[in-house]
């Protein structure tokens, strides 16, 4: 019962951390603004950071489901425990730095928060029991879309860093590293599809290359890789949704 209404009392937080955050209120620049100033060759089109509303949503309903009297004991909300309350805080310290331009302590906690929701997923995913059909909705599927976005904003956050930092040691080129980097994700999203049963991560690693490779049609080397990467997620996704319904 305890973690229960403390799980409902951190998305609260969470919530309104970020709302201040989304509105300028922390620092008086919102987070879109400050990262649009450091413009990256990994930063997808404004539009696509809308997807922070579905992963807020479905954590909405999470914690709805988490907080219901069958959910006390047993099954996946367990299994969540106190990682979602740390999480929570881990969330809210990135956006608070963030928002203050703090980039280098942001990235320590973001990656943080990467292993905090990687471990998530091999707790919620690993279970020797099957899932019920609540669990697989409301709680599996809810972090592994969390999850996957975070694994793709690290990279982003990561360029966004080194480019506050005008760092000049590409070596390739910014545009080629962005291009393997796409690369990277989608493989990664295919290894947590085809390995990990995650229908969900290739989908919003195909989400932000399209986004990516929209906001830089100019860039050929960007834009074509996207136009490759963004298929073959998709297949990946198609996949792994037909072998987790077969299941």
């Known amino acids: 019962m305890t973690r229960q209404i403390l799980n409902v009392a951190v998305l609260l937080v969470v919530l309104w951390f970020n709302a201040m955050a989304g509105a300028g209120t922390l620092s008086g620049e919102s987070i879109g603004l400050i990262a649009n100033r450091y413009t990256s060759f990994f930063l997808p089109a404004n539009y696509v950071f809308g997807i922070w509303s579905l992963i807020y949503l479905a954590l909405v309903a999470f914690t709805v489901y988490q907080a219901l009297p069958a959910q006390r004991s047993g099954g996946a ?115 947590m599809a085809i390995r990990r049963g995650s229908w969900i991560f290739p989908l919003v690693v195909v989400w932000a290359v399209f986004g990516i490779g929209d906001r830089f049609q100019e860039v050929p080397l960007i834009l074509w890789t996207a136009y490759l990467m963004v298929p073959v997620g998709l297949v990946l996704t198609a996949v792994s949704a037909f072998r987790t319904r077969s299941v």
């Open 77 to 191: 909300a367990e299994r969540v425990g106190w990682w979602w309350a740390v999480n929570g805080l881990l969330n809210i310290g990135w956006v608070v730095l963030f928002s203050f331009s703090l980039f280098g302590p942001a990235m320590v906690l973001m990656a943080c928060l990467l292993v905090n929701l990687a471990v998530l997923h091999v707790r919620i995913a690993d279970s020797p029991e099957p899932m019920s059909l609540g669990d697989r909705t409301f709680v599996a599927w809810v972090f592994d879309l969390y999850f996957a976005w975070i694994s793709v904003a690290i990279i982003a956050n990561t360029f966004q860093y080194v480019t506050f930092l005008e760092w000049g040691g590409w070596v390739l080129g910014a545009e080629a590293w962005s291009a393997v980097m796409m690369a990277v994700a989608t493989a990664f999203g295919g290894f």
